[in-house]
């Protein structure tokens, strides 16, 4: 069974908000960086936001003030908080486990869920 499930994407108008979750497992939450990235259509896919095992996050310069990511320990939970979203957030996003807050890319990251879209209109 995959370890992280993403839930949350939806349409939202622009200058609204939404929250993302990802549901992972014990094991990967306990051991791994977790973070989100995203994946417009025709674009390559990009770091969003991430936070390590002792809590220090690091948040992309295009959804700086905007996006806040978190950890919910009680549920296993990874979160993006999404506000003042902009028609250019909408993507596909992931949640992803493995990385390094140091290295944003896909290629540090070895855990990933499905993806969950979120789109927003004008």
């Known amino acids: 069974q995959g370890q992280l499930k993403e839930s949350g994407g939806g349409l939202v108008q622009a200058g609204g908000s939404l929250r993302l979750s990802c549901t992972v497992s014990?094991?990967?939450?306990?051991?791994?960086?977790l973070a989100w990235f995203r994946q417009a259509s025709g674009k390559e896919r990009e770091f969003v936001a991430g936070i390590d095992r002792s809590g220090m996050t690091r948040h992309a310069e295009s959804v700086q003030g905007r996006f806040t990511i978190s950890r919910d320990v009680a549920e296993n939970k990874l979160n993006l908080q999404m506000n003042s979203l902009k028609v250019e957030d909408t993507a596909l996003y992931y949640c992803a486990a493995g990385g390094n807050l140091k290295v944003p890319t896909p290629r540090a990251y070895n855990f990933w869920g499905q993806g969950t879209q979120v789109t927003v209109s004008p």
């Open positions: 014990e094991h990967a939450f306990s051991r791994y960086v």
